[in-house]
Each structure stands twice: as structure tokens, then as C-alpha cells.
């Protein structure tokens, strides 16, 4: 593990630097669904409702932010308060600098302590990789642990392109 980096609480002071990591995810790859990057004052709203019940944790390297992560309801059905999904972010930059496995897991073990056994995870997928996706979202999460438990295909389009979308699953 990089012992420069660092986990710490997401503050909504953090919110434009988010934005510049995801802002990237946003216009260039099919990673995000999003069309149009979110504005510092949206994302300061993401932050605070998600913090409400869920952990929202942000790395850094060398003091500065190199990537966030934080899990969200499946759903607001009751049935499903033991089940959270996941997003991670990890600026283009620093990719396999050791930011997303420790993101990932600091935020199963903040779950695990809130009573959350099932984590889910949409990764956008295609079978053949393109200038806007690789299969390394899908890398990262099955190394991670997770299992794929559902494919759905072409179910997003961005850039003129058809995108599957895969559910993968991990029992914390």
C-alpha cells in the first residue's frame, strides 16, 4: 500500500475538486451515464444528502484529493435497507496508484460497521473496448471481490453508442 495516501471524510468544501475528477468521466468515457457535468453547487447537494446515511470518503495524495467514493440505497423499498451500491472515482492521473483499493476498502468497512451485508456496483460495460470504455472498471471491481450478477444490455447511450450495464455483487 502507497503510505502517501490518506482517507479522510468527504466536506462539501471538497466539492470542486470532485467535479474536476469527475468532470473528465463525464465528457471523455462512458464510465458515467451523465451527460453533462454537474455544477460545485449539485455535487455540494449529492454530498450532503448522501452523507445523511451513507459514507462518503474522499483520498489523498500528498494533500491533495486523488479520488472519492461513497455508497448510496439500492432502493427505497425497506426490504432493501441491508443493501447499499457503490461509486468510485479515481482521477485519471493517479489510476493503479493503490487509491481505489484503499477507497474501496475503507468504505465495505464503514458498511460493514452500518449493518450493510449486500454491495452492488453498475459498471458500464461493452464487449469490445472503445476510445470511451475499457473493461478495467470491471477489472478493478471482480479483483475487489465482486461477483457479476446481472447483464443488461445496451441499456445506456452516450457518444452515439449503445452500453451494457453489469451488476456485480459482494457480501460484505
Known amino acids: 500500500m502507497n503510505s502517501n495516501l490518506l482517507i479522510r ?37 449529492r454530498i450532503r444528502h448522501i452523507r445523511e446515511k451513507y459514507p ?3 483520498c489523498l495524495k500528498d494533500d ?21 451500491t457503490s ?11 493503490g487509491a481505489g483499493s484503499l477507497l474501496y476498502k475503507e468504505l ?24 470511451y470504455l475499457t473493461k478495467d472498471s470491471y477489472y478493478f471491481h471482480t479483483k475487489m471481490g465482486y461477483e457479476k450478477v446481472a447483464h443488461m444490455k445496451a441499456i445506456g447511450k452516450k457518444f452515439d453508442r449503445w452500453y451494457d450495464l453489469l451488476w456485480l455483487q459482494k457480501k460484505l
Do not use: C
Not at 465528457?27 to 458515467?32: E, G, R
Not at 461509486?87 to 489510476?95: L, N, T
Open 9 to 45: 471524510e468527504v466536506k462539501v468544501s471538497d466539492s470542486k475538486r470532485l467535479v474536476e475528477i469527475y468532470d473528465y468521466y463525464v465528457k471523455n468515457t462512458a464510465v458515467s451515464f451523465e451527460y453533462k457535468v454537474p455544477s460545485v453547487e449539485e455535487f455540494e447537494e
Open 56 to 58: 462518503y470518503i474522499v
Open 87 to 97: 461509486s468510485i472515482y479515481v482521477d485519471k492521473e493517479y489510476h493503479r496508484q
Open 64 to 84: 491533495k484529493i486523488v479520488g472519492y467514493a461513497y455508497a448510496s440505497a439500492y432502493s427505497s423499498r425497506e426490504a432493501y435497507n441491508w443493501t447499499a
Open 108 to 131: 465495505e468497512e464503514r458498511l460493514r460497521k452500518q449493518g450493510i451485508v449486500n454491495l452492488l456496483a453498475g459498471v458500464a460495460y461493452i464487449e469490445m473496448e472503445d476510445k
